[in-house]
T-cell receptor, first 111, second 113 residues
Framework: GENVEQHPSTLSVQEGDSAVIKCTYS??????FPWYKQELGKRPQLIIDIRSNVGEKKDQRIAVTLNKTAKHFSLHITETQPEDSAVYFCAANFGNEKLTFGTGTRLTIIP | NAGVMQNPRHLVRRRGQEARLRCSPM?????VYWYRQLPEEGLKFMVYLQKENIIDESGMPKERFSAEFPKEGPSILRIQQVVRGDSAAYFC???????????FGPGTRLTVT
């Protein structure tokens, strides 16, 4: 079935250190993998995405890597700052347009 | 370019009443998706629509829930005879095409008393 698993569910990181969140997906036909950041009471915001023809994509302090063979992808945040504290969701499409989301990672940056 | 708009932002309904949630996609976007988010949980797909067509409603309960995206006007998610379990945040997202990024609206927080 259509399934996206996300780990860890909570993550605390010292300010300035790196944070890594990992997701696995079930369908090898998936070809689009976005990451969303959601602050408390706010809308999910698209922060970065990757398509299956690319192995890595970077945007300033944020990067995403994709391993199609292993069916997993990861979000990397470097030089973390307090404003990075939020819940992060990975997602994957399953050969169609709808997205299936992971269960979220609550990231806390410790000043 | 205004983002995805949703209204109302907060909606309180008594059990048995109807809830109507509206979503106006970003300008130039003709694909609309509705998701439901329970407290402390992820987003669950409900329905995907294009203008005047429901493309995929596999995530929407068969009873009491319906959605439309008319030729003119916003997309509407309608919940009839609401129950307490319908209390959640309902987000819509829009995309310019079927392969495009999905951008979310601010959500409608439905509370059923």
């Amino acid at each position: 079935g259509e399934n996206v698993e996300q780990h860890p569910s909570t993550l605390s990181v010292q300010e300035g250190d790196s944070a890594v969140i990992k997701c696995t997906y079930s369908d090898s036909a998936s070809n689009y993998f976005p990451w969303y950041k959601q602050e408390l009471g706010k809308r999910p915001q698209l922060i970065i995405d990757i398509r299956s023809n690319v192995g890595e994509k970077k945007d300033q302090r944020i990067a995403v890597t994709l391993n199609k063979t292993a069916k997993h992808f990861s979000l990397h945040i470097t030089e973390t700052q307090p404003e990075d504290s939020a819940v992060y969701f990975c997602a994957a499409n399953f050969g169609n347009e709808k997205l299936t989301f992971g269960t979220g990672t609550r990231l806390t940056i410790i000043p | 370019n205004a983002g995805v708009m949703q209204n109302p932002r907060h909606l309180v309904r008594r059990r048995g009443q109807e809830a109507r949630l509206r979503c106006s996609p970003m300008k130039g976007h003709s694909h609309v998706y509705w998701y439901r988010q329970l407290p402390e949980e992820g987003l669950k797909f409900m329905v995907y629509l294009q203008k005047e067509n429901i493309i995929d409603e596999s995530g929407m309960p068969k009873e009491r829930f319906s959605a439309e995206f008319p030729k003119e006007g916003p997309s509407i998610l309608r919940i009839q005879q609401v129950v307490r379990g319908d209390s959640a945040a309902y987000f819509c997202a829009s995309s310019p095409n079927s392969r495009g990024e999905q951008y979310f609206g601010p959500g409608t927080r439905l509370t059923v008393t």
